[in-house]
């Protein structure tokens, strides 16, 4: 069996309309990390209608605590589960294939900033907006696509293709972990992130801690006499950022971070602290993400972090306490093989739908493809959808996009796995 790349672009946009009703249910879905189990009730039927078999994998903190990559979990299991829906050929003469993507998605912020509620997907200009529309439901939405497509040829892919929606992306990678360790027997992995049609080549190292400081209250009339740890908290960041651009300097980067502006970013992204205005604070907490450069280990990152603490208070008063905490990500950074032949045939599947080579994206986040690189060695890269605002307000996702995407994959399997007739 065999189909033209016309014959599949047609095939995706005849099934444009069910794709976005699928998508904006799914977005409707408030698939928090942490509480993401709305979102894969939603999606397990919906993988069965595609005539697949779903099996659960459960998220079991217990267990994974001693497998490699494990980050240290924000939330407590609570019964969630990992969902792998597989397809069978009947005669397998072609390459497997697993899709991987997460289903959980990052707080809205104060939802007067959204232009609509974040959760109701809404159409405008060619774009669907919503929460967790780019990163990364639309990308699940696409292989789904695809893959149904496919079926509405008469066709199947002759080999084995898994659907992997996992939890906790955006703050721990363990869903996938979880799936990893139940064992992936594929021969290549496809994580459709929003990252604009480019196969991504490595991506960043990520590490979370909090920084609790604690200070010396006392009445403001009196302030001198306390140590104020929102203040010092204010330092404590000066002095991480100063780490951060020394990490940035050319001299110290990554060959494949050399053409980018500033590739590791340390965010200070919560803070928290003090009681009332006239009082000298007690504590003040600081949520820090930090970014560091593939092949440099986590363990060496919070030296070098907990280093630059101890530095910045060490010029500050003698009476702060510091205390460190490790929960979420402790992700080390890796590149990827995109030479390898599953690579280049999905290069190959871009080319023929576009005319053109995709581009190759040093990613400056980290993915969940480092569980499928570094712990199972197979071939795996991000390819996703044209997106924008993830992560911000007014998150949207290029529908025109995304149906390239679903003809690229579509064509992915037909060159990569084959096809037999339904
Ligand atoms: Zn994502």
């Not at 079926?151 to 002759?158: E, I, K, S, V």
């Not at 690579?343 to 080579?357: P, Y």
């Not at 992560?391 to 996702?397: A, C, K, R, S």
Request: with cysteine.
């Amino acid at each position: 069996m065999h189909f033209s790349t016309r014959q599949l672009a047609d095939a995706i946009e005849a099934l444009e309309h069910e794709s976005l009703d699928v998508l904006a249910g799914f977005v409707a879905c408030p698939s928090f990390s942490g509480s993401e189990q709305t979102a894969i009730e939603y999606l397990e039927p919906k993988l069965q209608g595609l005539g697949l078999a779903t099996e659960r994998i459960p998220l079991d903190s217990a267990q994974l605590r001693t497998a490699p990559l494990y980050s240290p979990s924000c939330d407590p299991d609570g019964g969630r589960y990992n969902l792998l829906a597989e397809h069978h050929p009947r005669q397998a003469s072609g390459k497997s294939l697993l899709f991987n993507g997460h289903v959980d998605i990052v707080p809205t912020g104060p939802e007067h900033l959204w232009s609509r509620p974040p959760l109701q997907a809404a159409v405008k200009d060619g774009r669907m907006y919503g929460r967790g529309a780019g990163d990364m439901k639309s990308g699940i939405v696409c292989a789904m696509a695809a893959f149904e497509a496919l079926r509405r040829l008469g066709a199947q892919p002759a080999a084995k293709v898994g659907f992997n929606a996992v939890l906790e992306e955006e703050n721990t990678g363990n869903g996938t972990l979880a799936s990893v360790m139940r064992t992936m027997p594929y021969e290549a992995v496809v994580i459709p992130e929003p990252f604009d049609e480019s196969l991504m080549s490595a991506q960043v190292g990520v590490l979370w801690l909090s920084i609790e400081l604690t200070g010396s209250p006392a009445h403001v009339a009196y302030m001198a006499s306390g140590v104020n740890p929102i203040e010092a908290a204010i330092a404590v960041h000066a002095g991480l950022k100063k780490l951060e651009a020394e990490w940035n300097r050319p001299e110290h980067r990554h060959a494949a971070y050399r053409g980018h502006e500033h590739p590791i970013n340390f965010n200070l992204g919560r803070i928290e602290g003090g009681e009332w205005n006239s009082s000298v604070p007690c504590v003040c907490r600081m949520g820090v993400r930090v970014g560091f450069f593939p092949g440099v280990t986590v363990e060496s990152v919070k030296q070098a972090v907990e280093q630059a603490v101890h530095a910045t208070l060490a010029t500050l008063p003698s009476r702060l306490g510091v205390r460190f905490d490790y929960k979420g990500f402790q992700a080390p950074g890796c590149e990827f093989d995109l030479e390898h032949p599953a690579m280049r045939a999905l290069a190959g599947a871009h080319e023929k739908v576009n005319g053109t080579q995709p581009r190759r994206l040093a990613m400056t986040a980290t993915t969940d493809a480092r569980h499928f690189q570094l712990i199972s060695g197979l071939p795996v890269t991000c390819y996703g959808p044209q997106s924008g605002n993830i992560h911000g307000v007014d998150e949207w996702v290029s529908i025109v996009s995304m149906r390239r995407v679903s003809t690229v994959m579509a064509q992915f399997m037909q060159d990569w796995c084959g096809l037999e007739p339904i």
